[in-house]
């Protein structure tokens, strides 16, 4: 029980100061309110109107941070002595703080509006308090500093110095963050808060360091799948070769390996396969799809003619095991060199164009059929025309048209038709390095979105 107001000025810590004698103590049961308090019983909470000052006679008070979302954490407990909610009488802001008694506890409470006529009736009583309240401040001061503004800085030098050694897992735990992290108030909150975030950000870096060796491994052997792949590709004619038809290539792939094929070679002495190809999808099982494609082409392309023929008989490998629904677009064909005489089949590949020599522009769209792969029996059909001495044919994959600039704009089929357009044809490599700069220029360094492939070819005959 709270002890009588007249004994509390013989005995109290926070109340004898300012009624020194009887008349004195007079003047404060005018203006002093008791207040009882229960264990868990609030006296006032976080954000609530303030308009007190309280004196504690007797029993334990903690002070509670509310944190929104993350819970509450203990400041501070004060006993007797102590006095609570001073800046009340001075600022009319909401509370700071939840105050609880932890026990039995007996306060005196004295609000603005009395404070202001004590000051009118015992002006010497009020500065006294006033000084009091000054003196209670600096101690708060002096704590802050003490337990919590040093310990909050030896713990900034020691963050500091875990993120300049990249949160490495030290030898031993470091004891500025260890003994903080002991403490049961906010500062050992937030002490245990660095030691949680440094075993997690050290566990994240052993993951990462795993999962980027990992990585590095698999882009090694794509690396090395790429340049097998790119053997796939036909070397340049030999000078024999090259002295009866001009032909020229390019192709990057959009990643390490790609899905683009191309090839090129005489069947005998005047007759020169070519072929063209985009797999559908990327990566590495386009890349694979590719190879087996390349690879049935080459090796069955001089036994089986006219090229439809070929196409039906490519088209039934693909089908066979294809678990993984993938195909090919593919466009091939036969030049006679001697003769002129072009035939092709074109199996959902983009259309060719014949650069004419008198800057006529002609494109080859006609007798289309699916793509291989995608259709078991399909029946691919073979197209004929002569192809003019001087005439360059030119095909391409669709990672020419579909080339995007920065902001996602295709290059498009009438783009490429009208940098084709009335030029007179040069030489195969001439054409071709004149379509690449094109894409280039208008995708102004953004990342490539397909693979680029591209072939020409021109007869070189009297």
């Known amino acids: 029980m709270c002890i009588s107001l007249e004994a509390a000025f013989t005995s109290s810590q926070s109340l004898a100061p300012f009624a020194p004698d009887v008349e004195d103590q007079k003047v404060w049961l005018d203006h002093l309110e008791p207040v009882k308090l229960s264990p868990g019983d609030t006296l006032f909470r976080q954000g609530a109107a303030a308009d007190s000052i309280y004196f504690i006679e007797s029993g334990q008070l903690s002070i509670w941070l509310e944190l929104p979302g993350a819970g509450r954490v203990k400041l501070r407990d004060l006993g007797p002595g102590h006095c609570l909610g001073e800046m009340a009488l001075y600022r009319q802001e909401p509370r700071g703080a939840t105050v609880e008694a932890?026990?039995?506890?007996?306060?005196?409470?004295?609000?603005?509006?009395?404070?202001?006529?004590?000051?009118?009736?015992?002006?010497?009583?009020?500065?006294?308090?006033?000084?009091?309240?000054?003196?209670?401040?600096?101690?708060?001061?002096?704590?802050?500093?003490?337990?919590?503004?040093?310990?909050?800085?030896?713990?900034a030098h020691a963050i500091r110095d875990l993120a300049e050694n990249h949160f490495s897992a030290p030898g031993t735990p470091d004891p500025r963050i260890a003994d903080a992290a002991r403490r049961q108030d906010e500062v050992g909150g937030i002490a245990g808060a660095v030691q949680f975030l440094q075993q997690r950000l050290q566990s994240y870096l052993a993951d990462l360091e795993r999962a980027t060796s990992a990585r590095e491994q698999i882009e090694s052997?794509?690396?090395?799948?790429?340049?097998?792949?790119?053997?796939?590709?036909?070397?340049?004619?030999?000078?024999?070769?090259?002295?009866?038809?001009?032909?020229?290539?390019?192709?990057?792939?959009?990643?390490?390996?790609?899905?683009?094929?191309?090839?090129g070679f005489f069947l005998d002495a005047n007759r020169f396969f070519f072929v063209i190809g985009d797999v559908s999808g990327k990566g590495v099982s386009a890349a694979l799809f590719m190879a087996v494609t390349a690879m049935c082409l080459r090796a069955l392309a001089a036994?089986?003619?006219?090229?439809?023929?070929?196409?039906?008989?490519?088209?039934?490998?693909?089908?066979?095991?294809?678990?993984?629904?993938?195909?090919?677009?593919?466009?091939?064909?036969?030049?006679?060199?001697?003769?002129?005489?072009?035939?092709?089949?074109?199996?959902?590949?983009?259309?060719?164009?014949?650069?004419?020599?008198?800057?006529?522009?002609?494109?080859?769209?006609?007798?289309?059929?699916?793509?291989?792969?995608?259709?078991?029996?399909?029946?691919?059909?073979?197209?004929?025309?002569?192809?003019?001495?001087?005439?360059?044919?030119?095909?391409?994959?669709?990672?020419?048209?579909?080339?995007?600039?920065?902001?996602?704009?295709?290059?498009?089929?009438?783009?490429?038709?009208?940098?084709?357009?009335?030029?007179?044809?040069?030489?195969?490599r001439a054409c071709v390095d004149r379509v690449v700069r094109d894409v280039e220029s208008f995708v102004r360094g953004a990342p490539q979105a397909d693979d680029l492939t591209l072939i020409a070819l021109r007869s070189i005959r009297a």
């Open 303 to 428: 036994g089986i003619h006219p090229a439809g023929a070929l196409l039906n008989r490519v088209n039934e490998l693909l089908c066979q095991r294809n678990d993984t629904m993938q195909f090919v677009t593919v466009l091939a064909g036969v030049l006679d060199t001697a003769s002129g005489e072009l035939s092709w089949t074109n199996c959902g590949h983009p259309a060719p164009v014949v650069l004419g020599i008198d800057g006529s522009t002609t494109w080859l769209d006609d007798g289309r059929g699916p793509p291989a792969g995608a259709f078991d029996g399909a029946d691919y059909t073979t197209q004929h025309r002569i192809l003019r001495r001087g005439d360059v044919l030119l095909l391409y994959t669709d990672g020419v048209t579909e080339a995007l600039d920065p902001d996602s704009a295709l290059y498009g089929e009438e783009r490429l038709s009208a940098l084709l357009s009335g030029a007179a044809s040069a030489d195969a």
């Open 102 to 155: 932890g026990s039995y506890a007996c306060l005196w409470r004295l609000t603005a509006p009395r404070l202001a006529l004590l000051e009118r009736v015992a002006p010497a009583m009020a500065s006294a308090m006033h000084r009091h309240v000054v003196g209670l401040l600096a101690e708060r001061l002096d704590h802050s500093n003490k337990h919590i503004k040093d310990p909050l800085a030896r713990l």
């Open 221 to 263: 052997e794509l690396r090395i799948a790429g340049r097998i792949q790119m053997s796939f590709l036909p070397a340049p004619l030999a000078p024999a070769d090259a002295a009866r038809v001009d032909f020229a290539a390019f192709s990057r792939p959009a990643r390490e390996a790609g899905g683009d094929l191309y090839d």
